[in-house]
């Protein structure tokens, strides 16, 4: 036979069933962001190169991508290997890192998260004999700025927000940290 429950029993029990009710209730002032792990978003960049684009008649190809993160300026890194052939024996074949680096902004027609204020921070191609050549540098330089301008770094997968939209909450502000991004979801209005 179970045993009897007492009043001071039933009273120990209550700010437990409070607890329960008040974490069911504050599920939506948890769930204040989407977290990007840095590693996934580097498997994800490197699977769209190679890239190639065309410069002035000839065909550069970017390779291996390689992210950074700088929380204390907002702002992600990435560095690229720039492959420029010859052009029509005119110029060298070129190769050589060029460091990008940028904001990040969402994007909600398309739930992206997209480039902003990108800037080539430093191109160094050089031909097969180690000589820069300034002029090829500062071409590539301007369509790095061109080409990855808006450039959507990420898509947000139905996963990502399926309970945002549950909680009524969208996503807002894209912030940079040491080993991803943190995208604030904000009251739908």
């Known amino acids: 036979m179970p ?32 977290d990007l792990d840095g590693d996934m978003l580097q498997r994800k960049l490197a699977a ?42 005119l ?19 398309d739930n992206s998260v997209r480039i902003t204020d990108l800037r080539v921070q430093t191109i160094d191609l050089r031909d097969p004999a180690g000589r820069s050549q300034p002029r090829i540098n500062q071409a590539v330089s301007l369509l790095g700025e061109q080409l990855f301008s808006d450039y959507n770094v990420y898509q947000l997968t139905e996963s990502d927000l399926a309970k945002a939209r549950q909680l009524r909450l969208k996503p807002g502000k894209v912030t940079v940290r040491r080993s991803g991004l943190e995208i604030e979801l904000l009251p739908s209005s």
Do not use: K, W
């Open 91 to 109: 110029t060298p074949a070129l190769s050589g890192p060029v460091d990008l680096r940028y904001g990040l902004r969402y994007e909600p027609t």
């Open 3 to 34: 045993a009897p429950v007492s009043r001071r029993h039933c009273l120990q029990l209550i700010p437990a069933l409070g607890l329960f009710s008040l974490s069911g209730c504050s599920v939506a002032s948890v769930l204040r962001n989407i």
């Open 48 to 89: 769209r190169f190679p890239m190639q684009q065309r410069l002035l008649g000839a065909e550069i190809t970017l390779r291996n991508p390689r992210l950074s993160f700088h929380p204390d300026s907002n702002q992600i890194g990435t560095r690229v290997q720039a492959d420029v052939p010859s052009v029509f024996g």
